[in-house]
């Protein structure tokens, strides 16, 4: 199957849901309170958060006040074009290079994996890549990661375990800048946002990758298991608190998520979706296409 037809069916559950909640509210409803209120309610199930939800409703009642809404199908493609919009106000950035890339994230959200894919898809785009094993904290996870330099066919800089991880990534920087290399990639331990040691540790690793290697474009991309719905949103939030993220890696869009969150991102917090993963495979990863995902939203 495409990668196009592994979101499509990622997000059927979804799309399922939503297209029949909408038939149901048309078939019910005249415009009014009540509709609206419904319309929010559908995407709040969707996981859209109550702010988004709400600012997006307003925008289709006042279409409706100018008596532009007719039916079902005019809603709906308003709908779609206000979701797009949303989507827009965080565009991805234009990747430049050298790069460093750190990915951060709670555990399990598919940190590792994920750079496995990333950095298969920057090889397929001509560019050299070294991943950088700085989650220290677990022999296991370093193991993990250079099993997928292996299978992406790239270099990897690895320490003992239990390490400073600030000391691999100097390492990792050190090396692509002597090498020239493209792109550096940072995996980093699993960490809860509330736990403050380990933010901090992330503080520090931000600041190494910034003196060592100034030259570089520095990004940092959170990790998402979008099966997480809403949560997905305050995670992002919080870690965006104590470093600025430049985007969201989606992980897990293949286990019935309903992405409707993805919007609130966009649109609340300005962090672009980069990268949408749909499998454990290699190249189960694609850049985020919103068009596309708000097509598999319907
Ligand atoms: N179905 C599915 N599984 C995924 C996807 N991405 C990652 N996984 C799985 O999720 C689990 C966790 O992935 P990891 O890459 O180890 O996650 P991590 O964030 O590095 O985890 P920690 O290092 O423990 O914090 C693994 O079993 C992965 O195979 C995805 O897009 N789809
Ligand atoms: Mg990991």
Redesign the pocket.
């Known amino acids: 199957m495409s990668f196009f037809g592994k979101i499509k069916d990622a997000l059927q559950k979804t799309k399922a849901g939503v297209s029949a909640k909408m038939r149901r509210l048309f078939s019910k409803n005249k415009l009014g309170d009540a509709f609206y209120d419904e319309l929010e309610e559908i995407l709040i199930s969707s996981d859209v958060s109550v702010r988004t939800a709400e600012e997006v409703v307003d925008e289709v009642r006042e279409e409706a006040i100018g008596g532009k809404v007719k039916d079902e199908q005019f809603v709906t493609d308003l709908l779609k074009d206000i979701l797009e919009e949303k989507l827009d106000e965080a565009p991805v950035p234009e990747l430049r290079y050298p790069c460093v890339i750190m990915f951060v ?1 709670v ?8 750079i496995g894919k990333v950095a298969n898809w920057f090889v397929q785009q001509g560019k050299s890549v070294v991943l950088a094993a700085a ?1 220290t904290f677990r022999a296991a ?1 370093i193991e ?1 990661l250079s099993v997928w330099a292996d299978r992406a066919k790239v270099r990897i800089i690895r320490h003992e375990e239990g390490s400073d991880p600030a000391a691999v990534i100097f390492d990792a920087v050190s090396s692509a800048r002597a090498r020239g290399t493209d792109v550096v990639l940072v995996d980093t ?2 960490r809860l946002q509330v736990k403050e040691n380990l933010m901090n540790e992330l503080k520090k690793m931000d600041r190494v990758v910034t003196r060592e290697f100034p030259d570089a474009a520095f990004y940092k991309f959170l ?1 998402l298991d979008a099966t997480t719905g809403q949560n997905a949103f305050s995670q992002a939030r919080i870690f965006g608190e104590t470093i600025a993220l430049d985007g969201i890696v989606l ?5 019935s998520a309903k992405g409707g969150f993805v919007f609130s991102l966009c649109g609340e917090l300005h962090v672009p979706v980069v990268f949408a ?4 495979k290699i190249d ?1 990863i694609a850049p985020f296409d919103a068009e596309q995902f708000v097509e598999g939203f319907f």
């Open positions: 994230g555990n399990g959200a598919g940190k590792t994996t994920s989650d996870a993990q331990a699993g990790v992980t897990k869009l293949d286990s993963c749909v499998g454990e189960d």
